[in-house]
């Protein structure tokens, strides 16, 4: 099992930046060997995918609308995920979340499917303001 808690949100406006983190604990060796994901929900619609990352950090996969602006990383030393959030749009406010893969699948292009991924933290919220 794998517990995980993301940090980082808050309120900032258009144009600003922000990173989030998405620690983990629990069975970590697990977190070194799983895909990792960002996805966000906003209020009335439904999650969506945002960012993905390898286990090795190696290979990295972003949803067109974030293309360009959003970074994700991970440190497999820390076991956390980051996603750097810049030039931040209104469009970007939504509660966002991490999620782990279960450990030793590959990395697939079947991974912006939020079914894809056996763990999941509470979420964080982010609010750009205009």
């Known amino acids: 099992q794998v517990q995980l808690v993301e940090s980082g949100g808050g309120l900032v406006q258009a144009g600003g930046s922000l990173r989030l983190s998405c620690a983990a604990s629990?069975?970590?060796?697990?977190?070194?060997?799983?895909?990792m994901g960002w996805f966000r929900q906003a209020p009335g619609k439904e999650r969506e995918f945002v960012a993905a990352i390898s286990w090795t950090g190696a290979v990295t996969r972003y949803a067109g609308s974030v293309k360009g602006r959003f970074t994700i990383s991970r440190d497999n030393d820390k076991n956390t995920v980051y996603l750097q959030m810049n030039s931040l749009k209104p469009e970007d406010t939504a509660a966002y979340y991490c999620a782990a893969e279960a450990p030793g699948r590959p990395f697939s292009s079947g991974n912006y499917n939020d079914d894809w991924y056996a763990y999941w933290g509470q979420g964080t919220q982010v609010t750009v303001s205009s």
């Open positions: 629990g069975r970590t060796g697990s977190f070194k060997n799983s895909n």
